[in-house]
């Protein structure tokens, strides 16, 4: 069985960071490439970033993020990160986790003053 376990959200100031975890279980974690997809109230859910898999680990951002956040992956502990910074109110939104057709529960991500 497939699980994704987002950890790492809360409330924080414009300009601060957050540091998200998804530890990933159930699947040969190497093989895929692993995404952060956000949705913000009222508004369709937003591809933040991606990581290919272990051999290319090519990372691709939006645009909204770029400069800011960085998608990384630790193959050892089948966890795949998501370091925000510069963290702006339009930020605030549920960060899930995502693999091929599966997607963790979600972690809320609050930016304001």
């Known amino acids: 069985e497939v699980q994704l376990v987002e950890s790492g959200g809360g409330l924080v100031q414009p300009g601060g960071s957050l540091r998200l975890s998804c530890a990933a279980s159930?699947?040969?974690?190497?093989?895929?490439?692993m995404s952060w997809v956000r949705q913000a109230p009222t508004k369709e859910r937003e591809l933040v970033a991606s990581?290919?898999?272990?051999?290319?680990?090519?990372?691709n951002y939006a645009d909204s993020v770029k400069g800011r956040f960085t998608i990384s992956r630790d193959n050892a502990k089948n966890t795949v990160y998501l370091q925000m910074n510069t963290l702006k109110p339009e930020d605030t939104a549920v960060y899930y986790c995502?693999?091929?057709?599966?997607w963790g529960q979600g972690t809320q991500v609050s930016v304001s003053s």
């Open positions: 995502n693999v091929y057709k599966y």
């Open positions: 159930g699947f040969t974690f190497d093989d895929y490439a």
């Open positions: 990581i290919t898999d272990i051999n290319d680990a090519i990372t």
